[in-house]
């Protein structure tokens, strides 16, 4: 049974860091592209940042470069979202997706997913 399992969300101040992950299992990700997206209540579902399998390749959300950052370690199965600076207006449920031959910036749109986790949540105090 394929899984995608987010973990590391939590309640933070602005400014403040978190670290998500997430735990792919039950098939091989080779081939894949990994994205982040997130969904604030009330709000679609939007792109956060994507890495190819091999993390040769990312692709951010303006609203997060420079802030975030994504990185693979494929030993491990596991992709990680590094957030830095957050404002308040991240707080959202952060879920992770997977696509099969996709590159990191077909990934800008949270269609045609293989793949969905169930979302951990962030929120950001002001």
């Known amino acids: 049974q394929v899984q995608l399992v987010e973990s590391g969300g939590g309640l933070v101040q602005a400014g403040e860091s978190l670290r998500l992950s997430c735990a792919a299992s039950?098939?091989?990700?080779?081939?894949?592209?990994m994205g982040w997206y997130r969904q604030a209540p009330g709000k679609e579902r939007e792109f956060v940042g994507a890495?190819?399998?091999?993390?040769?390749?990312?692709n951010y959300a303006d609203s997060v470069k420079g802030r975030f950052t994504i990185a693979i370690d494929n030993a491990k199965n596991t992709v990680y979202l590094q957030m830095n600076s957050l404002k308040p207006e991240d707080t959202a449920v952060y879920y992770c997706a997977a696509r099969l031959y996709a590159t990191a910036q077909a990934m800008g749109v949270p269609n045609g997913m293989n793949y969905w986790g169930k979302g951990t949540l962030v929120t950001v105090s002001s």
């Open positions: 039950g098939r091989t990700f080779s081939g894949y592209a």
């Open positions: 890495i190819n399998w091999s993390g040769g390749t990312t």
